[in-house]
């Protein structure tokens, strides 16, 4: 009798063992299935979000180069215009040198133009043509330093293509060439911490708010100006967006004796990533 008990129990306990495991694996295996189908549904949404990242990333660069190539044409334009006004004046000699010079300057703008970031030396090179051929069309009627830091390696430092030359345009035609005499303008690179740096254009104009009250002639309206510094301030809320770094745009009217204006300081600042 204690034997057929003890077989039964036995029974009882082996298929309740067999039981419970075969529920075990089935909750496992369901488990495994659950969590397999979320790590696919995770890895797709990550997916999604790399890719969606990806085509942001891909529409800011072609808005940035879009707002880049929107700036350069005024300047070009200018410069056509430096040349007209030599030809109708008669200076031939003059005209050809500056033809020469902004076929120069022309060709270097049209190899860097899908470029968002440029050696600082490339940068600096350009800009020099740039204001050779400013000098040139004002009869050197202004002079310019431009100075780099000595922490600075020019061929090594990336720097944004082109965007400081608007500033330099708004510095020598609104501010400078509305005085008699000392025109004076001034550009620094500075670094100020490890992958910190900025640049600032500094003139001796006659400040902002005079220079509203001039009228600009008709190949050179404030339309025109206005609006290459506000691509500027565009490209620079772009940078901010697309590579999450610092970028920030800061105009300062200078003030002398009895809060009179004798000028106008751009400071752009900007942080570049080590991994550029």
Not at 238 to 245: A, F, I, Q, S, V
């Amino acid at each position: 009798m204690s034997i057929t008990i003890h077989n039964v129990l036995l029974l009882l306990v082996t298929t309740a063992a067999v039981l419970f495991f075969l529920l075990f694996i089935r909750y496992r295996s369901r488990y495994l299935a659950v969590k397999s189908n979320d790590e696919a549904v995770a890895r797709h949404k990550t997916n999604q979000e790399k890719e969606t990242q990806t085509l942001r990333k891909q529409l800011s660069e072609l808005k940035l180069t879009t707002l880049k190539s929107q700036v350069n044409p005024h300047f070009l334009f200018n410069c056509l215009n430096g040349i007209y006004s030599s030809l109708m004046n008669g200076e031939t000699a003059n005209a050809k040198e500056y033809l020469s010079g902004f076929a120069r300057l022309l060709r270097h703008v049209l190899m860097l133009a899908d470029k968002n970031f440029i050696s600082l030396q490339e940068e600096t090179d350009m800009l020099e043509q740039y204001l050779k051929l400013e000098q040139l069309r004002t009869n050197n009627g202004f002079d310019y330093t431009l100075k780099i830091d000595p922490q600075i390696s020019p061929a090594a430092l990336p720097v944004p293509c082109m965007l400081i030359q608007p500033f330099l345009e708004n510095a020598i035609w609104h501010g400078l060439m509305h005085k008699e005499t000392d025109r004076q303008l001034d550009i620094r690179w500075v670094q100020l911490h490890k992958n910190l740096f900025s640049c600032e254009v500094t003139d001796n104009g006659i400040g902002r708010i005079q220079a509203l009250q001039y009228h600009n002639d008709g190949l050179k309206t404030g339309r025109h100006q206005s609006r290459g510094m506000e691509l500027c301030m565009e490209r620079a809320e772009l940078y901010r967006t697309m590579y999450h770094t610092q970028f920030n745009i800061e105009i300062t009217d200078l003030l002398g004796e009895e809060n009179m204006p004798r000028g106008t300081r751009v400071c752009i600042t900007f942080e570049i990533d080590p991994s550029w």
